[in-house]
């Protein structure tokens, strides 16, 4: 798996985020915003908020303007994250702003794909299964609990907790080669 990354001579300054994520699901309301809550939360314990740029969005436009799902909240708040995002629809600037843009599931990676302006923007896409563990959850994508019972927004956030802590040590650990041009 390639990760496109931002190293010290690409970076603009000596201050500038050396990894800049952006989260997708189809309305930004479940998925994607809890992927964004779990990251700040694992960069935050490792002293690391100063070097992430983390945001969410969604490939629909169902929901813009909107909190996430009031269970998914409910959920995060359980286990101490405050979702205050509002959501928004991926738009070809973020193709330029993030250096990762991780879908959740088969369809949030086709919809990326072809909203991607160009090739280069295209190699920036990934799929949240990359970080999950298959043997241990059996899930290789992260599903949608919008139509599920609280157990599916549970699911949801252990399927990202353990799958954000492996991105977070692969950023971060240089256990895979991080080239933004690749």
Known sequence: MEIPSTNASE??????????ILFVCLGNICRSPAAEGVMRRIVEENGAANRFVIDSAGTGRYHIGDLPDSRMRSAARRRGMNLIHRCRQV?????????????????????LRRLAPTVEAERKIHSMGEWLDTAAGGY???????????????????????????????????????????
Do not use: W
């Not at 927004?153 to 256990?175: A, I």
């Open 11 to 20: 970076r603009q300054s000596a201050d500038a985020p050396a990894y800049k």
């Open 91 to 111: 738009t070809e600037a973020d193709f330029d702003n993030f250096d990762m843009i991780i879908g959740m599931d088969a369809s949030n990676i086709a919809n």
């Open 140 to 182: 290789d994508y992260v599903p949608d609990p919008y139509y599920e019972g609280a157990e599916g927004f549970e699911l949801v956030l252990d399927l990202l907790d353990s799958g954000c802590r492996r991105l977070y040590q692969d950023l971060t650990t240089g256990n895979h080669h991080l080239n933004k041009n690749s």
